[in-house]
């Protein structure tokens, strides 16, 4: 079970969202509002946040890079839920800090979905195994085969590629991409990262394609 704080100042919207993820499992508290929002962050950090863009005192964004500022929230999970659906506004989202971007309207499956997906980033070394159709990595194995054959990766190519099957579908940001895998940001070690995907797309073949650039903003795996 997860703490998952819900800034959304639309009141049915934001009931949807406890309703869904409390019915998941999770501990839910809504908040109408940004300032309600920060007051409650004092007291506990969660293990993730779902926040609005359209607030009444605070534009969602600033949040977040409030939120990116802070030592003690800098990791935290942040998920954008808006109805804003431009890809400037994805762009611009995830450049922020945001983790993922869900788009209203939403299904309720859609937003447990990704919750799930978005916590898994804090606790990999609890998944033994991801797939991608005949992609198999097997974590107690340290082992990755792909369509019955193993595959021979170095130590980072295997950390990429679990961390981009871990958030399979999402668009995950260079900055998110070094921060997780080399603990550092991205500015300057472009070239570490390029080279990392560029081999692990060879070592992939046909699989390969299916690690996506995403222009101007980092990676995904669909």
């Avoid at 859609?110 to 198999?136: F, H, N, Q, W, Y």
């Avoid at 070239?191 to 995907?197: A, F, I, K, S």
């Avoid at 081999?199 to 222009?215: D, F, H, P, W």
Wanted: aromatic fraction near 6%.
């Amino acid at each position: 079970m997860a703490l998952i704080y819900v800034i959304e100042d639309d009141e049915s919207i934001r009931e949807i969202e406890e309703f869904a993820l409390m019915n998941a499992g999770h501990k839910v508290i809504g908040f109408p509002c940004a300032k309600e929002f920060y007051k409650k962050l004092e007291d506990v950090i969660p293990d993730l946040c779902l926040v609005d863009i359209m607030l009444p005192d605070e534009n969602g964004n600033e949040i977040v890079r409030k939120l990116r500022r802070n030592p003690d929230t800098r990791k935290l999970p942040v998920m954008m839920v808006t109805a804003k659906t431009t890809e400037l506004d994805l762009v611009k989202g995830i450049e922020d800090g945001a983790d993922d971007y869900l788009k209203k309207p939403f299904s309720v499956m859609e937003l447990i979905s990704r919750v799930k997906a978005l916590l898994r980033r804090t606790k990999p070394e609890e998944v033994k195994e991801l797939g991608l159709d005949d992609l198999i990595m097997n974590h107690e194995k340290h082992e990755v085969t792909l369509e019955g054959k193993t595959i021979d990766l170095t130590y980072k190519e295997y950390e990429l590629l679990s961390f981009l099957l871990l958030n399979k579908g999402i668009v995950l940001s260079r900055d998110t991409i070094m921060d997780r895998i080399w603990g550092t940001s991205y500015e300057g070690e472009s070239r570490t990262l390029d080279m990392h995907v560029k081999t692990l797309r060879q070592k992939l073949g046909t699989y390969g394609n299916r690690i996506r650039t995403v222009r101007n903003v980092g990676y995904v795996i669909e």
